[in-house]
C-alpha cells in the first residue's frame, strides 16, 4: 500500500479547508496558508496528512465559531475548562469511593450482592474516566485529557440515560455534556498546564472530595441534610478564592480568570433544568437555593472589583510619589 | 500576557525567527531543526501561534511576494518579540543552570548506609 501522498490530492483539499475560514480572514491569509499547507503536506504520509487536515479544519472553526485563542469567547474557555473538569474530577471521586464501599458492604436486602457488584461497575464506569482525564491533564498533556474528558462525559451520559432521565437526572447529563464541551472546545494552545495551573487543577479536585466525604459522614450521623444536596454551593465556594486570585493576579488575562467561576456552571444545570421542566409549586427556595450557589462566586467579583479600585487610587495618589 | 511562562509552540516559532524573516513553510522546517525532530508544527497549528503572536505584538509581516500566482508572506519579529524571546531565554537560562548546581551537588549515599 502506498502509504505517502503524491501532493495532487492535497491542494483541492487545501483549497476546500480553507473554505471553512471567515471570509475576511481567508481573503487575508487564505492565500499563505494554502500555500504552506500544500508545502507541508507534500511527500508526507497519510496519517500525517490527515492530522494537517484535522488541525487545519479545527483552526478554520474555531475562527468562525469565534472561540480561538485571540477570542474572547476562547479566552473565556480557557479559564472555564479546567476549572470545570477538576471540579467533575473531585465530584467523581465524592461519589466513588463512599458509594463502592457503600453498595458492597451494605446491598440491598431485597436485592443481594447479585445486584450491588453490577450497581458498583457502573458507578466505577462513571467515575474513573474522569479521573483518568484529570491525571492526564496535570501531567500536562491537555491534547490528551481533552479526549479522555469528552469519552469521560459520554460515559458517565450514558450511564446516567440508563437510569432513567427525569427533569433533575437530565439537567445533571446536561451539566457532564458541558463539561464536556467546554474541556472540547477550549484552545488548547490557552490552557494553563504550567506547573502552577496543574497543582490548582489537583488541588481543587481534592477540596472538593475530601471535606466533602468527611461531612457527608457526619451529616449522615448529626443532621437531617445530606452532603449531596449542598455540593453546588460547595463547588461555588471552593472555585470563589480561585477566581479571586486569577482576578486580583494583574499577569492573568481577566476573562481567562471570568472563565474560572463559569466553570462551576454545569451543576447549575439540574436546577435549570428542574425549573423548566417540573417548577416546583414556590419558585423562591429553588431560586434562594441558586443564589446561594453563585453567592460566593459574586462575592469574589466583588472583592477583586474594590481591590483594583484600591489599586487604581494608590497609584494614582501623588502623596505616595513622596 | 509576555511576562508569563510562553508556551512550547509559541517559543518555537519566537526562536525560528530570531535571526532571520521566514515564510510559513520555513518556519515549520526551522522548528523541526531546532527541535532535533520532535516538534513538527502542522498548518493549523502555526498559524494559531501566529495569530496570537500578532495580536501580542510579537510577530509582524516583514515582506508580501506573488509566488505562483499566490500571495505568500514572510514573517519577522517585532522589538517586543526579540524582547520577549530574551527573557524567555533568561528564564530558560536560569532553570538549566539551578539544575545543574543541584545535580552537581548531588552526593549519592554509599551503599549501605542506613542514615
Not at chain 1, 500555500?35 to 507541508?40: G, M, N, P, R, Y
Not at chain 2, 509582524?60 to 508572506?73: D, K, P, T, W
Request: contains cysteine; hydrophobic residues 50%.
Amino acid at each position: 500500500m502506498n502509504d505517502v501522498t503524491t501532493g495532487h490530492d492535497t491542494p483541492r483539499a487545501g483549497r476546500l479547508l480553507i473554505g471553512l475560514y471567515p471570509a475576511r480572514y481567508r481573503s487575508a491569509q487564505g492565500d499563505d496558508i494554502h500555500a504552506t499547507f500544500a508545502e507541508a503536506t507534500q511527500g508526507r504520509t497519510r496519517s500525517a496528512v490527515l492530522r494537517e487536515y484535522r488541525d487545519l479544519a479545527t483552526h478554520a472553526l474555531r475562527l468562525r465559531l469565534r472561540i480561538g485563542p485571540t477570542d474572547p469567547a476562547g479566552r473565556v474557555l480557557a479559564g472555564a475548562a479546567p476549572t470545570a473538569l477538576a471540579l467533575a474530577a473531585g465530584c467523581a471521586l465524592y461519589f466513588l469511593l463512599p458509594g463502592l464501599v457503600h453498595r458492597i458492604r451494605a446491598p440491598r436486602p431485597d436485592l443481594g450482592l447479585g445486584h450491588a457488584v453490577p450497581a458498583a461497575v457502573l458507578q466505577l464506569a462513571r467515575a474513573a474516566p474522569w479521573l483518568l482525564a484529570l491525571g492526564i491533564a496535570v501531567t500536562g498533556r491537555w491534547r490528551a485529557a481533552r479526549i479522555a474528558a469528552v469519552a469521560a462525559a459520554l460515559l458517565s451520559g450514558g450511564v446516567q440515560a440508563l437510569n432513567g432521565l427525569h427533569p433533575y437526572s437530565a439537567g445533571q447529563l446536561a451539566g457532564m455534556a458541558l463539561v464536556g464541551a467546554l474541556v472540547l472546545l477550549a484552545p488548547a494552545g490557552l490552557v494553563d498546564v504550567t506547573q502552577r495551573g496543574r497543582w490548582e487543577m489537583a488541588g481543587l479536585a481534592l477540596a472538593v472530595a475530601l471535606p466533602a466525604t468527611v461531612a457527608d459522614r457526619y451529616m449522615a450521623q448529626h443532621l437531617p441534610l445530606p452532603m449531596l444536596g449542598l455540593l453546588p454551593i460547595w463547588l461555588g465556594t471552593l472555585t470563589a478564592p480561585a477566581l479571586l486570585g486569577r482576578l486580583a493576579d494583574r499577569r492573568r488575562d481577566p476573562l481567562q480568570a471570568v472563565g474560572v467561576g463559569l466553570g462551576t456552571l454545569p451543576w447549575l444545570m439540574p436546577l435549570t433544568a428542574v425549573a423548566a421542566f417540573d417548577p416546583p409549586p414556590r419558585l423562591r427556595p429553588l431560586l434562594e437555593y441558586a443564589g446561594a450557589c453563585v453567592a460566593p462566586l459574586g462575592m469574589a467579583l466583588a472583592v477583586a472589583g474594590a481591590v483594583q479600585l484600591a489599586r487604581r487610587v494608590r497609584a494614582s495618589d501623588p502623596s505616595d510619589l513622596a | 500576557m509576555t511576562d508569563r511562562q510562553l508556551q512550547e509552540p509559541t517559543r518555537l516559532v519566537l526562536t525560528a525567527l530570531a535571526d532571520a524573516p521566514r515564510h510559513g513553510y520555513a518556519i515549520i522546517q526551522e522548528v523541526l531543526a531546532i527541535s532535533g525532530g520532535d516538534s513538527r508544527l502542522s498548518t493549523g497549528t502555526l498559524y494559531t501561534a501566529l495569530d496570537r503572536l500578532f495580536q501580542q505584538g510579537l510577530v509582524r509581516i516583514e515582506s508580501e511576494e506573488v509566488v505562483s500566482g499566490r500571495l505568500r508572506r514572510t514573517f519577522a519579529l517585532t522589538g517586543q518579540g526579540q524582547d520577549a524571546l530574551a527573557q524567555e531565554a533568561k528564564r530558560l537560562r536560569a532553570a538549566a543552570t539551578e539544575a545543574e548546581r543541584r545535580l552537581s551537588a548531588f552526593r549519592p549515599r554509599p551503599e549501605g548506609a542506613t542514615s
